[in-house]
């Protein structure tokens, strides 16, 4: 105890009683809280194996409350004793999958490229483009961040019809990648200016150009910063939706389109509705629960100074 | 070099006259014009670099992104504030007309949209709420607390999935009203009707309900790292000048946690005022357009009537009321951090 005592304060100390108090109530609101986050998630997950009656009868509990069944894996193609055969479901599935892996990593490695060169730029030398210095500069890239998609969306549906974009997946990666990038703008910007001048100015000394300096000297030790940036910019692009439900039809559609547009002439399949749901957000969780070190890194950059 | 990207600035000029001449030599689509776009922006690259030497190779660092946002965002904006001023509806035959102001003197007694722009004002002072929420987590995860990392994780979930598929699993089947879980633990907790949707006022609420629930995860990181960059020395001294928890936090804490405050804060508000998909999903903007926002309104406008003329005269006026509105908040916040440290 005596070791303890040093992380706990002193007027805990003093009385126990309301040290245990304070505790339970800590461990208490933050289970209730957990349980707040998890319960939908559960809820999907254990409705995806639920049969009509189970779902509107409201039964919780698998194996206790009801028995489980593969009915809303199945009406996707993705149950043990669907899986090899054929399924257009499924097949549609997978297409709508890819589109959005595609989409979404696409939009996000663009949003890196071209986000990265420009904060690098801005961090370590002065331009001037008319009347507009950098500060100017950064701040016409993060002012991005204010724009509503709903301002942009019409607009572009109609040039997308010209321009021969619209229902395409490069449609969508271009404006993913125009919605991400003041995201990665500000998180690199934080990067770099974390990193010492005097890395690259000993480079430049030893005969490397500035390009050289940059990729092969900062690059490497941006890298988490990219990674950070790469996987918030995964996640918003994944989960996006605006856009998707305006420009894409037929071919292009992502998942949450899919998602959305699950209503069935006799009401909705809640058993094969949350299968897809919970499909669509399993590849996020694990993201989440795999990569959380980055993701928290990429939130919190340039928030704490 | 500065010649030849003369020359293909030329032959875009030449392009869009094919174009808009509807004749000629002119193609399918605009699609080379936006080939020739990328070109052009590659010569200028490489003119930087081959005739300004040193200075053009830093200037390529910069051109990419800044070639790459002035194309998607300036000219769309400008040719949006043109659409906003025509009757273009794209499921009509008669093409678009240009009608100068009716757009905007249709939206001024649009009751509709004053509507779904109060309702903006009423989710944007929800943020006030859920920051409050976000912060005692905050404070709760940086507790000397086992299993920190877990909790963490948990809390952090949320935000990671897609709105649209909890939209439609927590909005329209956790609360469904007949067997939802969550409204037979409203008939448990005294509540005799409890339909979640159905009354304009806790269609409101609902809906910040499951929005805060998406987005407070963002707060909580933001605020846990501000926390956790606080230094312990001055949480100490209070204690030794015996101010309890009370005191410390409102005296120490919370005033040290201003800017990182107000810059979540203002973050929040920033995403909040594109909510859209959510309400799109659950209530399309039901009951009777009483949990529309702007963004809902404006898709519905479009999705519905295929109104693109008076929905881009919405959008821009809501532009307009942003840019305004964010600037008095920067500077508001400015002044206010100033003003208590």
């Given at each position: 105890m005596s070791v303890q005592t040093t992380e706990y304060t002193v007027s805990e100390i003093r009385s126990p009683a309301s040290f245990i108090t304070s505790r339970v109530f800590i461990y208490g609101a933050l289970v209730f809280?957990?349980?707040?986050?998890?319960?939908?998630?559960?809820?999907?997950?254990?409705?995806?194996?639920?049969?009509?009656?189970?779902?509107?009868?409201?039964?919780?509990?698998?194996?206790?409350?009801f028995q489980?069944?593969?009915?809303?894996?199945?009406?996707l193609g993705l149950s043990p004793d669907s899986i090899f055969q054929t399924s257009t479901v499924r097949d549609e599935f997978f297409k709508r999958f890819m589109n959005s892996v595609i989409t979404s990593v696409g939009a996000s490695s663009l949003a890196i490229v071209i986000g990265s060169l420009a904060a690098y730029g801005l961090t370590r030398y002065r331009y001037r483009f008319a009347w507009f210095?950098?500060?100017?500069?950064?701040?016409?890239?993060?002012?991005q961040l204010i724009l509503p998609p709903v301002v942009?969306?019409?607009?572009?549906?109609?040039?997308?019809?010209?321009?021969?974009?619209?229902?395409?997946?490069?449609?969508?990666?271009?404006l993913y990648t125009l919605m991400v990038l003041p995201i990665v703008i500000w998180i690199m910007r934080d990067q770099f200016n974390s990193i010492p001048v005097e890395l690259e100015e000993a480079a430049l000394v030893d005969g490397l150009s500035i390009w050289g300096a940059f990729l092969r000297i900062v690059m490497p030790i941006a890298l988490p910063g990219m990674v950070a940036a790469f996987i918030l910019a995964m996640v918003l692009c994944w989960n996006e939706y605006?856009?998707?439900?305006?420009?894409?039809?037929?071919?292009?559609?992502?998942?949450?389109?899919?998602?959305?547009?699950?209503?069935?002439?006799?009401?909705?399949?809640?058993?094969?509705?949350?299968?897809?749901?919970?499909?669509?957000?399993?590849?996020?969780?694990?993201?989440?629960?795999?990569?959380?070190?980055?993701?928290?890194m990429g939130m919190t950059a340039g928030a704490v100074k | 070099m500065a010649a030849a990207t003369l020359g293909l600035l030329a032959t875009i000029a030449l392009e869009i006259q094919y174009k808009t001449d509807t004749g000629a030599?002119?193609?399918?689509?605009?699609?080379?014009?936006?080939?020739?776009?990328?070109?052009?922006g590659v010569a200028i690259g490489i003119g930087q670099v081959l005739t300004r030497g040193e200075d053009g190779?830093?200037?390529?660092?910069?051109?990419?992104?800044?070639?790459?946002?002035?194309?998607?965002?300036?000219?769309?904006?400008?040719?949006?504030?043109?659409?906003?001023?025509?009757?273009?509806?794209?499921?009509?035959?008669?093409?678009?007309?240009f009608n100068g102001?009716?757009?905007?003197?249709?939206?001024?007694?649009?009751?509709?949209?004053?509507?779904?722009?109060?309702?903006?004002?009423?989710?944007?002072?929800?943020?006030?709420?859920?920051?409050?929420?976000?912060?005692?987590?905050a404070l709760l995860l940086n507790a000397q607390i086992r299993a920190r990392k877990f909790f963490r994780v948990v809390f952090l979930m949320p935000l990671m999935l897609s709105p649209v598929a909890v939209s439609w699993m927590v909005g329209k089947s956790l609360m469904e009203y007949r067997f939802g879980p969550a409204a037979t633990l409203a008939r448990h907790l005294g509540w005799e009707n409890p339909a979640f949707f159905s009354d304009p006022i806790t269609a409101r609420i609902s809906i910040m309900v499951l929005d805060a629930w998406t987005f407070i995860p963002f707060m909580m990181i933001m605020l846990l790292a501000g926390l956790q960059a606080m230094s312990r020395e001055i949480l100490e001294a209070a204690r030794v000048d015996g101010a309890n928890a009370w005191q410390t936090f409102w005296q120490v804490t919370f005033p040290l946690m201003l800017p990182v405050s107000v810059t979540a804060v203002i973050l929040r508000i920033i995403f909040k005022l594109k909510l859209a998909d959510i309400i799109i999903t659950v209530t399309s903007g039901g009951p009777g357009g009483a949990t529309d926002s702007v963004s809902s309104f404006i898709y519905r406008e479009y999705r519905d009537r295929s109104n693109v003329g008076y929905g881009t005269m919405l959008a821009m006026a809501y532009l307009v009321i942003i840019i305004v509105f964010v600037t008095w908040l920067l500077k508001f916040a400015n002044r206010f951090v100033r003003n208590v440290n």
């Open positions: 809280w957990a349980f707040i986050c998890l319960f939908p998630i559960y809820w999907t997950l254990t409705t995806s194996f639920k049969s009509a009656v189970d779902v509107t009868q409201g039964h919780l509990i698998p194996f206790v409350d489980p069944d593969w009915k809303g894996w199945r009406s210095k950098n500060e100017d500069i950064s701040f016409f890239f993060l002012s942009l969306a019409l607009p572009f549906l109609v040039l997308y019809r010209e321009v021969g974009l619209l229902d395409t997946r490069v449609g969508l990666i271009l605006f856009f998707a439900a305006l420009l894409t039809s037929t071919d292009a559609k992502t998942i949450p389109v899919m998602v959305a547009s699950q209503t069935g002439s006799q009401g909705i399949n809640w058993w094969s509705m949350a299968a897809l749901a919970t499909a669509a957000i399993a590849p996020l969780a694990v993201i989440g629960i795999a990569l959380e070190r980055y993701l928290i | 030599i002119g193609f399918e689509t605009w699609r080379p014009v936006v080939y020739a776009y990328v070109l052009w190779q830093r200037a390529l660092f910069l051109l990419p992104a800044l070639l790459f946002t002035i194309a998607m965002v300036i000219f769309p904006t400008l040719f949006g504030f043109y659409i906003a001023l025509t009757d273009w509806n794209l499921s009509s035959f008669s093409g678009r007309r102001l009716d757009n905007f003197w249709q939206m001024l007694s649009d009751p509709y949209y004053r509507n779904a722009l109060f309702n903006m004002v009423l989710y944007v002072l929800a943020v006030l709420v859920e920051y409050v929420i976000a912060f005692g987590l």
